[in-house]
């Protein structure tokens, strides 16, 4: 049997921080991060900051969301050397997914080439 991921069980409230303050450091704001999470997931503002209050798994996190946006399938990249477009667990590649958007946004890349549009 296959022992599940340790990130899966980690509440998003306790790696947001993180995610903000890599964004931070390299001159985007708050709301940049929020914009491509709630693009990613479907949440809007006010259910991403309950789910962050809440101290919701990523599990639950992305369980929860209200409409995963379908141009995730075009989040290609290597994150931690692995390809998010490879990655079999779904759960996972959601999370790496949004680990890469992240990346790209600390990186400077236009929000409009984020959100893939």
Same mark, same amino acid.
């Given at each position: 049997?296959?022992? /599940?991921?340790?990130? +899966?069980?980690?509440? +998003?409230?306790?790696?947001? #921080?993180?995610?903000?303050?890599?964004?931070?450091?390299?001159? =985007? =704001? =708050?709301?940049?991060?929020? *914009?491509?999470?709630?693009?990613? %997931?479907?949440?809007?503002? *006010?259910?991403?900051? @309950?789910?962050? *209050?809440?101290?919701?798994?990523?599990?639950? +996190?992305?369980?929860? $969301? #209200? $409409?995963?946006? /379908?141009? %995730? $399938? &075009?989040? %290609?990249?290597?994150?931690?050397?692995?390809?998010?477009? %490879?990655?079999?667990? #779904?759960?996972?590649?959601?999370? @790496?997914? &949004?680990?890469?958007?992240?990346?790209?946004?600390?990186?400077?890349? #236009?929000? $409009?080439?984020?959100?893939?549009?």
């Amino acid at each position: 049997m296959n022992t /599940p991921h340790r990130i +899966f069980a980690m509440s +998003f409230a306790s790696v947001y #921080p993180l995610y903000l303050t890599k964004v931070e450091r390299k001159g =985007r =704001r =708050r709301e940049e991060l929020d *914009a491509v999470i709630c693009w990613l %997931t479907g949440y809007d503002a *006010a259910a991403l900051a @309950r789910q962050i *209050a809440q101290a919701v798994s990523f599990e639950r +996190f992305f369980a929860e $969301a #209200p $409409a995963m946006n /379908p141009g %995730t $399938a &075009l989040i %290609t990249g290597t994150v931690c050397g692995v390809r998010v477009e %490879t990655i079999a667990d #779904p759960l996972m590649q959601k999370i @790496r997914g &949004l680990d890469k958007l992240v990346d790209e946004l600390a990186k400077g890349r #236009p929000l $409009a080439k984020i959100l893939r549009e």
